[in-house]
């Protein structure tokens, strides 16, 4: 499979910097997903759906004879603007590909090839889902992603499996983190207005000081993981947003706190909130009030041991035992959880540092990957769905 993937290597790069050069926001993704169903229809024997939240793809390969797996991949771009200095830079400016969607897309379709193939070699029996999704990184005006979208209109109804990968512009070239349990945390943000009277900066003691209740509000917000979780529990507030005031003798009326809330459990997650609350409610014992607001965001993501443990040893037949890499979750979020808990799935990051001393993060201005990772990331995703069809993966 390592060796048919290579083979497409070229087609992968044309691929991913097409895309990379047109980058579109999330639920944008147009011209994104007319160049996935072409290629898609160029490949043959694939029943394609486009419209699908709104700008996705759905497309099959096989039938209903046997067991149906998807793998998904993310389309969507982030508003940056792109400073890589490439010739195949985006085009669009303020908006790039700083997360590697454009390379998920690209190995998606490598995955399509390959897996086209094999059925073809009457080898397989069942089906392959390829879910092209939008907008990962954002929400419509109803709170939802694309993954979410994609869900709610039937993308993964009769799947038994469902998988994925995100490259790591961290992680050497060569190297996959597969981890087995807890994958990416639930993030809910707040926001809450601390409510005063305000008045002159002269006279304090007539009325009431927001900027005053700002000192033991934040304090009890940052206290919450010190003193009010389970200390083995992974939790994580942070505070992003504090603004407050215009005139330095002007007591403001309003000051405003903005923040994340990243947890695994679900009970971590409901305390978390709870305790937000509490620590905004400290401004009516300091003669004030506050408003409050939580935004759900995407669930926990848990990689089933199973689903997990077959893309393992993907990677260990592929790469070597070297290639594997223990890094332990961290506490970044993914809507790719929504797909997990209609489906056992797992998700694997793939290696994609670039190996010159450099660092590029995701979502900066110089984000960018090793395009050697592409067939790699292809024949992981093709030949994990292949030995679940054959009756090699087992669940």
């Not at 793998?71 to 490439?86: C, K, S, Y």
């Not at 056992?344 to 993060?361: E, N, T």
Request: aromatic share 6%; with cysteine.
């Amino acid at each position: 499979m390592l060796d048919r993937a290579y083979a497409l290597n070229d087609e992968l790069v044309r691929l991913r910097r097409d895309i990379h050069a047109h980058p579109e926001p999330g639920f944008c993704e147009t011209r994104t997903a007319g160049l996935v169903a072409e290629t898609l229809a160029e490949i043959g024997g694939i029943s394609v759906r486009t419209g699908i939240a709104r700008t996705g793809v759905v497309a099959d390969l096989g039938d209903a004879s046997g067991p149906t797996i998807a793998i998904r991949a993310d389309m969507d771009a982030l508003p940056i603007h792109e400073a890589t200095g490439h010739t195949f830079a985006s085009t669009n400016p303020g908006v790039m590909h700083a997360c590697g969607h454009d390379a998920h897309t690209a190995i998606l379709l490598g995955a399509a090839h390959l897996l086209r193939e094999r059925f073809a070699a009457g080898d397989l029996r069942g089906r392959v889902r390829f879910l092209f999704q939008p907008s990962e990184e954002s929400a419509d005006s109803e709170g939802k992603s694309g993954g979410l979208r994609m869900v709610e209109e039937g993308a993964m109804q009769g799947v038994d499996a469902v998988i994925a990968l995100h490259v790591n512009s961290m992680l050497p070239l060569g190297q996959v983190t597969v981890r087995k349990g807890w994958n990416t945390a639930a993030a809910d943000d707040f926001r809450g207005v601390l409510i005063g009277s305000g008045g002159h900066g002269a006279y304090p003691h007539e009325g009431s000081d927001p900027l005053f209740m700002l000192v033991p509000v934040l304090s009890a917000l940052y206290g919450i993981r010190a003193r009010r979780l389970d200390p083995v529990e992974p939790a994580i507030l942070s505070v992003g947003v504090v603004r407050g005031g215009e005139a330095t003798n002007v007591i403001p009326c309003e000051v405003e706190i903005q923040g994340t809330l990243r947890s695994y459990s679900a009970a971590v997650r409901e305390q978390l909130i709870t305790e937000v609350e509490r620590a905004f409610a400290l401004t009516r014992a300091l003669g004030g009030d506050y408003r409050l607001s939580i935004q759900r965001g995407y669930p926990a993501a848990w990689n089933d041991q199973r689903v997990a443990g077959w893309m393992e040893e993907v990677a260990r037949d592929l790469m070597g035992e070297t290639g594997l890499d223990c890094s332990p979750a961290g506490l970044g979020a993914e809507d790719f959880a929504y797909m997990c808990q209609r489906a056992p799935g797992a998700m694997l990051m793939l290696g994609a540092a670039i190996d010159d001393g450099v660092a590029r993060p995701h979502h900066t201005p110089i984000f960018d990957i090793d395009e050697r990772c592409l067939p790699l990331g292809a024949a992981i995703l093709a030949e994990t769905a292949a030995r679940f069809l054959s009756g090699q993966a087992k669940l």
